[in-house]
Nanobody, 125 residues
Framework: QVRLVESGGGSVQAGGSLRLSCGAS????????MGWFRQAPGKEREGVAL????????TYADSVKGRFTISQDKGHNTVYLQMNSLKPEDTAMYYCAATGYGGSRCTRLTDYHYWGTGTQVTVSS
């Protein structure tokens, strides 16, 4: 089992920045890809930024490219999401997730086995 705990959400004005953290505990050796997903009210959950912790390959949603950066501290089993130039449309619950799959399966939401409980990000105009 892997436990994921997110932190760092909050309220910010448009153009501001936030950094989300996701700490993993438990059998973390079983995980390869980790990612950040978000879900706004009335919308489907979508992938925002993903990282293959072995190859360090990253993938971003088009809507956040150039503004968000995912990074890892493998020694501390932590993944970060630096969010800059935030927009009101970035408002959502942000979830950290992990999977034992790697490569192209990193991008498949349905392949993620472990999920955190989420942290709210609210961006006001």
């Amino acid at each position: 089992q892997v436990r994921l705990v997110e932190s760092g959400g909050g309220s910010v004005q448009a153009g501001g920045s936030l950094r989300l953290s996701c700490g993993a505990s438990g059998y973390t050796a079983s995980t390869q890809c980790m990612g950040w997903f978000r879900q706004a009210p009335g919308k489907e959950r979508e992938g925002v930024a993903l990282i293959d912790t072995d190859s360090r390959t990253t993938t971003y949603a088009d809507s956040v490219k150039g503004r968000f950066t995912i990074s890892q501290d493998k020694g501390h089993n932590t993944v970060y999401l630096q969010m800059n130039s935030l927009k009101p449309e970035d408002t959502a619950m942000y979830y950290c997730a992990a999977t034992g799959y790697g490569g192209s399966r990193c991008t498949r939401l349905t392949d993620y086995h472990y999920w955190g409980t989420g942290t709210q990000v609210t961006v006001s105009s």
